[in-house]
């Protein structure tokens, strides 16, 4: 697990591999993380959208930006917490993430950043 803290907002990240699959005619690798944001702080926050970089030992690089996380908006007063789940596909067993989360602080009505530690993703024999 990586963790990282950014204007009282803490973030929890788990990564695993799940297998491999085919799409046209190529083989991916396929990964599962889950994202715990934890509200540390004395205000309440709102998560209004998401950037990541996506990269491999192959040097691709992808940029995902968007809004929510899984179709979703959470609000997060003062010691809540919100998990989610996705996953990702590369074209190499090595591979890690990174990014931010867009955020809005309620009393102050300023929006900010809330950084996502660089996690991890490699085919489990890997570690061997």
């Not at 046209?24 to 709102?46: D, G, M």
């Not at 590369?90 to 990174?98: N, W």
């Amino acid at each position: 697990m990586v963790q990282q803290v950014t204007n009282g907002i803490k973030i929890s990240v788990i990564s695993n591999f799940e297998g491999t699959s085919y799409r046209n005619y190529r083989l991916y690798y396929a990964f599962s993380y889950q994202i715990t944001i934890e509200n540390q702080s004395n205000e309440t926050v709102q998560l209004l959208g998401r950037h990541w970089k996506i990269f491999d030992s192959l040097n691709n690089t992808e940029i995902i930006e968007g809004s929510g996380v899984i179709g979703e908006k959470p609000i997060l007063k003062p010691t809540e917490k919100h998990t989610y789940k996705s996953n990702c596909f590369l074209t190499s067993p090595i591979g890690a993430m990174k990014g931010f989360y867009n955020m809005i602080n309620f009393k102050t009505s300023k929006t900010f950043k809330v950084y996502i530690p660089t996690f991890q993703l490699m085919v489990s024999n890997i570690y061997n």
